[in-house]
Every structure is written in C-alpha cells, then in structure tokens.
C-alpha cells in the first residue's frame, strides 16, 4: 500500500516524475488536471465547466474538483494506493480528502514537494510539449523528443497546451503561490512532507524521491 501526493509548482516536472514513479511503484497515477483535459477532448459538461476556468489559469472550484477526485479514487485500480498529481490544490481541498481518508481508515504516506525556482518555471511552461495519446511530458530544449512533433513512447502527436502560454503562465505560478503553496504547512505540521530539490536533471530529481519513497 502506498499513497502518494506530489506538490510543486506548474512546471516543476510533476509529470515527468509522476511516470517514472508510477512505473517503479506499480500505482495509478491521478491527475485531475488530466481528467478535466479528457472531459474537454470528449465534449463532457464536466469539461465545459472546467475548461473556462483552466483557459485563464484560474483553479476549478474546489468542491467540483473534491466530487471527481473522490470519485477516481473510489475506483478498483486504486485499492493498493495511488499517486495523486495535481490535486489537493488548495488547504480547503486538503482538509475535504483529509476526512475522505479518515472515513476510510486511510492515510497519505507522503506529500512530496518539488521545489524551482520561479525565472526557471516560466521557460519549462512555455517550452513543454505533451502527447496526445500517452500524456508523456518533453520540452523543446531541454528534453526534446528523437523525432519532432513525435512521442518517444508510443508515436503519439504532441501538442503544447492551451495553458502552457505566456499569457496564462504568470497567473498560475500566482495562483500556485497563494492557493497552493500553503499546502506546503499543511502537510509540514503533520509530518507527512518531504522536500526536493527540482532544479536537477530528471534523473537526479527522481533518485531524489526514490530515496524518500525507499525501494
Ligand atoms: P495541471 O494539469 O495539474 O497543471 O492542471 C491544469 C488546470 O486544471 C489547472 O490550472 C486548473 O485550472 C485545473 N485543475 C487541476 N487540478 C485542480 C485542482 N486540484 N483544483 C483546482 N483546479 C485544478
């Protein structure tokens, strides 16, 4: 059993290591930025709420967020445990799944957050290409795919998201800051927070975490 949450800013590699992590530990990865993205692509009225406040960089309300969160982790796949990208995001959100785990008799094991510093946050954003197919995260410069416009892993098309601009990138690195980073207390008062340094190269991030998980 192993629950995990990963925090840290937009941009800070939570996708990347989000793979690698799920792949090591055999757990379901659960973005709900991912499920708003796939509830916009299938024309949901669930992806046509969440899609005017992601196109400003705003956070979807808390409670819709809390519903469909709970909802996946009710799910048979995540029984031995889960890796949670993106969500809580705010402490309402925090303390909501909080009570959710107690009812269960559950607990987070940890709450692992990736630290950058902010000038670097901003050129990751803008450069980062997703695949359409598999989710996988590259970066023009830095993390390019063999082929351009090509997923490595499964020959998906890539795609930068509609957030992923210069307009909307200041706004949620300012959103992180004052809805999300006070999670960072939250979960440092109770124990459960582990600090990275995420301004390293994948793979030092990710022996980094491999390190706080343990093998
Ligand atoms: P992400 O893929 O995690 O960067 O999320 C993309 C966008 O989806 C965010 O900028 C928010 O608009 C929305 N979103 C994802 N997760 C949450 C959450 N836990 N609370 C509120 N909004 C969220």
Redo the contacts with the bound molecule.
């Keep these: 059993m192993l629950r995990l949450i990963l925090l840290g800013p ?1 941009g800070a590699g ?2 990347t290591q989000a793979t690698r992590i799920v792949e090591k530990y055999s757990i379901p990865h659960i ?7 796939k509830n916009i692509k299938e024309g949901t009225e669930l992806g046509r709420r ?1 899609q005017e ?2 196109n ?7 409670d ?3 519903e469909i ?1 709970e909802a996946r982790l009710l799910e048979e796949d995540c029984k031995n445990g889960y890796l949670l ?6 402490v309402y ?1 925090a303390e909501k799944f909080d009570e959710f785990l107690q009812e269960k008799a559950a607990k987070i094991d940890k709450v692992i957050d990736i630290e950058v510093a902010a000038e670097e946050l901003k050129k990751r954003i803008i450069g980062r290409r997703v695949c359409r197919s598999c989710g996988a995260s590259y970066h023009v410069d830095n993390m390019p795919p063999k082929k351009e416009g090509v997923c490595d892993v499964c020959g998906g098309e890539l795609y930068q ?1 509609h ?1 992923d601009t210069a307009e ?1 990138v200041d706004n ?1 690195i300012s ?1 992180y800051n004052e809805q999300t980073k006070p999670l960072t207390d939250y979960y440092e008062k109770t124990g459960r927070l582990a600090r990275v340094d995420g301004a390293g190269d994948t793979d030092a991030v990710f022996a980094a975490i491999v390190s706080i998980i343990g093998e």
């Design positions: 937009p939570k996708g973005s709900t930025g991912d499920i708003f993205r969440a406040y992601m400003k960089g705003e956070l979807v309300p808390d819709l967020v809390i969160a990208d993106g969500f809580p995001r705010t959100q998201r957030d909307t949620r959103v």
